[in-house]
């Protein structure tokens, strides 16, 4: 694999997910949603979300369709929710009511902030079934170009994709604080 081929292959993991996970249309619906939180603990949540973040997208690319596999569902089955889920997603955000609540809640602990970095703010408000039906696709694209160069036994390709996630991670998580 040619080191074209290999930014090629991190510049489609990157730019096929940024638009999904839109790192900056979500940080103010992060920072409504952790407003409450010390600015010390929204810290410490954009680098928990971001490592669960990639950590999702790691094992979708990698492990999605074995996963699939397993359980007898096709890859287009998956795109096509994938693509359902994040149209109804869309559809939710534009049709929501603003309850009018302007008050603030009194500020929270980083532990209280902890207990809901995973669910819901990474996963599915920062990396959803959109994301893991992309990376899952790209995963079972990626997994019919195995060819020479493997670093460490696993093929460049999915090295490039990796990182692709990774800078997109580390992306979302500057944009959110």
Not at 46 to 69: C, D, E, M, P, Q
């Amino acid at each position: 694999m040619s080191i074209l081929n290999f930014v090629k292959v991190l510049l489609i993991a990157f730019t096929t997910l940024f638009p999904v996970v839109n790192p900056i249309g979500c940080a103010p619906i992060f920072l409504s949603l952790t407003q409450r939180y010390p600015q010390s603990a929204q810290q410490i949540l954009a680098r928990k979300i971001a490592g669960y973040s990639f950590g999702i997208l790691s094992v979708s690319l990698v492990f999605g369709t074995t996963i699939l596999g397993f359980f007898g569902i096709s890859l287009v089955v998956i795109q096509i929710a994938g693509g359902l889920v994040l149209a109804a997603t869309g559809w939710n955000l534009l049709n929501q009511k603003d309850d009018g609540s302007g008050g603030r809640e009194e500020p929270a602990t980083v532990e209280d902030a902890l207990e809901h970095a995973f669910f819901p703010l990474t996963l599915p408000i920062t990396v959803g079934p959109g994301c893991i039906a992309i990376a899952v696709t790209l995963g079972a694209h990626l997994r019919h170009e195995v060819g020479p160069g493997l670093i460490h036994g696993i093929p460049r390709h999915f090295i490039a994709a990796l990182l692709g996630m990774f800078l997109l991670c580390v992306f979302s998580r500057r944009g959110q604080h």
